[in-house]
């Protein structure tokens, strides 16, 4: 069984930073694609980044040049280190064992942590 538990995310103000991180267990972390999404009350459920097995990345375009998503194998934990934020960030980050970008209902009960909120104030 999948399990990811998220932790950092907090209250920051405009430009500020913040680094988000996701242990995970119960399955093969060296293998999977993580990612981190993003939603906010309103707004659609938003693929952030994602990081294959092989490292390779992908920012969604309202992240990329400012967060960072990277991994480390021995502590099984991703983190996303997020700079330059703004209030356009604000919303609750989850950690996932996926990167459907379609945050349907079933991936994210198997396989989303239960979320981290940032709030960025102007």
């Not at 194998?73 to 970008?101: F, G, H, I, R």
């Not at 349907?104 to 989303?112: A, D, F, I, L, N």
Request: glycine share 10%.
């Amino acid at each position: 069984e999948v399990h990811l538990v998220e932790s950092g995310g907090g209250s920051v103000q405009t430009g500020g930073s913040l680094r988000l991180s996701c242990i995970a267990s119960g399955f093969v972390f060296d293998d999977a694609v993580m990612a981190w999404y993003r939603e906010a009350p309103g707004n659609k459920c938003e693929l952030v980044s994602s990081i294959g097995e092989d490292g390779a990345t992908f920012y969604s375009r309202s992240v990329k040049g400012r967060f960072t998503i990277y991994k480390d194998t021995a502590k099984n934990a991703l983190y996303l280190q997020m700079n330059n934020l703004t209030p356009e960030d604000t919303a609750v980050y989850y950690c996932a064992a996926d990167n459907d970008p379609s945050c349907s209902p079933w991936v994210r009960e198997h396989y989303w942590g239960q979320g981290t909120q940032v709030t960025v104030s102007s």
